[in-house]
């Protein structure tokens, strides 16, 4: 399973656009990458999942280049409700080599100040 | 979207009981389902795979006779610790797939198990 290497925190204020940038040098042809959001004592929500280029949905866009071996989150305009931890993660799509299961990293721990 | 509940969303219990945690799809089937446990502080730890029908399949150094995974039917995966003792006090947290796909995982909301 492809390992992910995110920084651990970052802070911003309140109406930035915030990036998160995730490394995955080793990322398989079958792997998709996601992205979960996660608030003290509940489980991972899903935000955005992309395969190559770019995806946009209504909370956020997620970047991807051609080399797949990174991705960037970026969640515009965050208020303080975006203070979170995010985790990037990389999966099987097809489910053939690992049945999907998903493997999380330390994620990056964002802090929205006012 | 995909809605995936946990039952109880938290228990304490003395040391020495077993505590069973219900995980269900709620909206779809799950031939899959996962369970992690997270410490304070920590991240996700991959504890076990649920199959449909089958054994589960556990990660390196989880205890499968300690963490029994009961997999009875596509909507319903349940994760018990038996003979639970303090240091099996977290947050445990289930996940499932939309059946016959693997590429995103839909979460529970958790439960938080003390262990006196």
């Known amino acids: 399973l492809a390992k992910t290497t995110q920084p651990i925190s970052m802070d911003s204020y309140e109406g930035q656009e915030v990036n998160i940038t995730c490394s995955h040098n080793?990322?398989?042809?079958?792997?998709?990458i996601t992205w979960y959001q996660q608030f003290p004592s509940q489980g991972p929500r899903f935000i955005i999942q992309g395969y190559k280029t770019k995806v946009t949905n209504e909370v956020a866009s997620l970047f991807i280049p051609a080399d797949r071996k990174s991705s960037t989150l970026s969640l515009p305009r965050v208020s303080l409700s975006d203070t979170a931890v995010y985790y990037c993660?990389?999966?099987?799509?097809?489910?053939?080599?690992?049945?999907?299961?998903?493997?999380f990293g330390q994620g990056t721990t964002l802090q929205v100040k006012p | 979207g995909a809605v995936v509940s946990q039952h109880p969303s938290r228990v304490i219990c003395k040391s020495g009981t077993s505590v069973k945690i219900e995980c269900r799809s709620l909206d779809f089937q799950a031939t899959t389902m996962f369970w992690y446990r997270q410490f304070p502080k920590q991240s996700l730890m991959l504890m076990a795979t649920s199959n449909e029908g089958s054994k589960a399949t556990y990660e390196q150094g989880v205890e499968k006779d300690k963490f029994l995974i009961n997999h009875a039917s596509l909507t319903l995966s349940t994760l018990t610790v038996t003979s639970a003792h303090p240091e099996d006090s977290s947050f445990y947290i289930c996940?499932?797939?939309?059946?016959?796909?693997?590429?995103?995982?839909?979460f529970g909301p958790g439960t938080r198990l003390t262990v006196l």
């Open positions: 993660l990389v999966g099987d799509m097809d489910g053939s080599s690992n049945t999907g299961k998903l493997i």
């Open positions: 996940s499932a797939g939309l059946r016959g796909r693997t590429d995103t995982q839909y």
């Open positions: 080793n990322i398989a042809t079958n792997d998709y």
